[in-house]
């Protein structure tokens, strides 16, 4: 069975553009959590989806936005990129959503220049 | 809000030593999981609890649920130079918001 899938693996972006990143949850999964993990630190919480809604935002500026597809595969966008936004965004997926394991991707590293 | 801190933030051991570590909050936690995540890659699920007073071992690797509901322990037997790393402990809080929350995280070295 495959695990949680996460392209592109890297991304380098210019300061003030747009990145995408997507995720695809393991088979079976509804939920998605999005999370930033900048050199050297902790996870910080950015997007929790379920069944297609957002469930839950961590406390990020709403130029990190991102959405959930029929398949439950998540995409998770920054605007108006900022050289603080360089860090390894982590996605993970769950069963129902609440309470149960989550299981991570390998990860996006995005880089601003 | 609700946050998990976790410690020691690191630690630096001689190869065959235990090691332990823990996490606590000030509010209860009604699942405990805990992570391993070496460079670059994504955390990888060690061990989940979800009972109070729960208790269990993966390999080497033995957790247990606090019976106050909010804090968790993992140990680490023996260790070995394959097990330098960050650990993280996460949870979900009670009331059902659903957002699984993590632990600053506790770096690992093993001295051969």
């Known amino acids: 069975e495959a695990g949680v899938t996460q392209s592109p693996t890297h991304l380098i972006k210019t300061r003030g553009q747009q990145a995408t990143l997507r995720c695809s949850p393991i088979?079976?999964?509804?939920?998605v959590y999005w999370y930033q993990q900048a050199l050297g630190l902790g996870l910080q919480f950015l997007l929790w989806?379920?069944?297609?809604?957002?469930?839950n935002r961590g406390n990020f500026p709403p130029r990190f936005s991102g959405r959930q597809f029929p398949n439950y595969s998540s995409e998770l966008n920054v605007n108006a990129l900022e050289l603080e936004d360089s860090a390894l965004y982590l996605c993970?997926?769950?069963?129902?959503?609440?309470?149960?394991?989550?299981?991570f991707g390998q990860g996006t590293r995005l880089t601003v220049v | 809000g609700q946050q998990l801190n976790q410690s020691p933030q690191s630690m630096f051991i001689q190869e065959g030593e235990d090691v332990s570590m823990n996490c606590t909050s000030s509010?209860?936690?009604?699942?405990w999981l805990w992570y391993k995540q070496d460079p670059g890659e994504g955390p990888v699920l060690l061990i989940a609890?979800?009972?109070?007073?729960e208790l269990t071992s993966n390999g080497r690797l033995t957790a247990q649920f606090g019976t106050t509901r909010k804090d968790s322990f993992l140990n680490i037997s023996a260790s070995i130079p394959s097990d330098v790393g960050i650990y993280f402990c996460?949870?979900?809080?009670?009331?059902?918001?659903?957002?699984?929350?993590f632990g600053q995280g506790t770096t690992l070295q093993v001295k051969p």
């Open positions: 088979s079976g999964h509804t939920s």
């Open positions: 989806y379920d069944e297609g809604e957002e469930r």
């Open positions: 609890l979800y009972k109070a007073g």
């Open positions: 993970a997926s769950t069963h129902f959503g609440m309470n149960t394991e989550a299981f």
């Open positions: 996460a949870g979900y809080g009670s009331g059902n918001t659903g957002k699984l929350i």
């Open positions: 509010s209860i936690f009604n699942t």
